[in-house]
């Protein structure tokens, strides 16, 4: 009797992470591709660039072309609306029918959580975009954020890439004076987008905007707060901090009284690369979080959350994966509201 296969990808506007997991749990193959987000680069771009990753993924396994994936799950940047995921899944089965024999798909807030954890939390994602989740242990769910970054995306690494811009450019227009030396991030934002003065930013801003490349400034001003402390600097990733506490308050009045009487308080699954920097967030996510939270432990996962999506395309196939997940997260911090 041939084994069954399950498949999840974590897909994000950057890049995206894929696991292929055996019905005993064991992961089999992990590889990585291109963004897969289809509100950037289109619905039909983004379903070939799963289908070519799942392939490449059996490749790398060593198993055979003609392998059906048992169960597939996406969770994906993009993926917020439920009518439109399930004519996702559709499109996708339709194309595919030989590739996978059940597909589900969420927002790239599910997996993580999934990943951690089986009886609730909350996730906060600050990567390229930002968003957060709560799922309670009865199954209903919550959520703030995930607008993208014209409505929303804050303490992203979009997010503090464009305020850092506008910063200077408000400051040298005596439009609003910035009470920080701007010198550091106007000269880190020249290099980074390869330009002499700041009507080079526009043609970044508007004709070649590219979200990803965009956001890439943010690592630069993350090394400039550790390593030279500029103010500015600073002062971004403590804003970063504050919205991303901001957002685990708007959710308060949502969360299960178990989630926030439990041994750890609420669990917060942090997910994104902006994360790296969290000393540069600790005092802002504090500030934002304090008089409404007794106990918080937030955690990153140590494995990629395509194996929560793994576990959600083989549940709702009717089967659940098992998981160890004591070997999916670290804890990041915890905050107690009596120390």
């Not at 024999?101 to 600050?126: E, H, Q, R, W």
């Not at 020249?190 to 905007?209: M, R, S």
Request: overall charge negative; some cysteine.
């Amino acid at each position: 009797m041939q084994r069954k296969i399950y498949c999840g990808i974590e897909g994000g506007a950057s890049v995206s992470k894929l696991v292929l997991v055996s019905e005993k749990g064991a992961v089999i193959c992990t590889i990585e591709g291109p963004s897969s987000n289809y509100l950037l680069v289109g619905l039909e771009e983004c379903q070939k660039r799963l289908a070519d990753m799942i392939e490449k993924a059996k490749e790398e396994a060593g198993l055979r072309h003609d392998v059906v994936i048992d169960g597939l799950g996406l969770c994906m940047s993009g993926c917020e609306e439920e009518e439109a995921n399930r004519e996702f899944e559709r499109n996708f089965m339709r194309k595919h029918p030989n590739m996978i024999n059940s597909c589900f798909v969420a927002s790239d807030t599910v997996g993580p959580l999934y990943t951690a954890s089986c009886k609730g939390g909350l996730v906060l994602i600050a990567g390229t975009g930002s968003n957060s989740l709560l799922i309670n242990p009865d199954g209903t769910t919550a959520r703030c954020g995930g607008w993208g970054h014209l409505l929303g995306d804050e303490a992203s690494a979009m997010w503090i890439s464009q305020k850092a811009v506008k910063t200077v450019f408000d400051d040298e227009d005596n439009l609003v004076k910035c009470p920080y030396d701007t010198s550091k991030v106007k000269e880190l934002m020249l290099q980074h987008f390869k330009v002499v003065d700041k009507f080079g930013i526009l043609e970044h801003c508007y004709a070649n905007f590219n979200k990803t490349s965009f956001a890439g400034l943010c690592a630069k001003l993350a090394e400039a707060a550790f390593k030279d402390k500029d103010p500015l600097c600073c002062h971004l990733f403590y804003e970063a901090g504050r919205y991303l506490g901001a957002m685990a308050v708007a959710l308060k009045p949502k969360v299960h009284k178990d989630l926030l009487e439990s041994e750890t308080g609420l669990p917060i699954v942090c997910v994104g690369s902006v994360f790296k920097s969290w000393p540069l967030l600790e005092k802002g996510f504090v500030a934002g979080i304090e008089k409404h939270y007794k106990k918080c432990t937030l955690m990153t996962l140590t494995n990629s959350s395509a194996i929560g999506a793994a576990y959600l395309g083989s549940k709702a196939t009717g089967f659940e994966l098992p998981m160890d997940y004591s070997k999916n997260t670290s804890i990041l911090y915890t905050y107690n509201s009596t120390e």
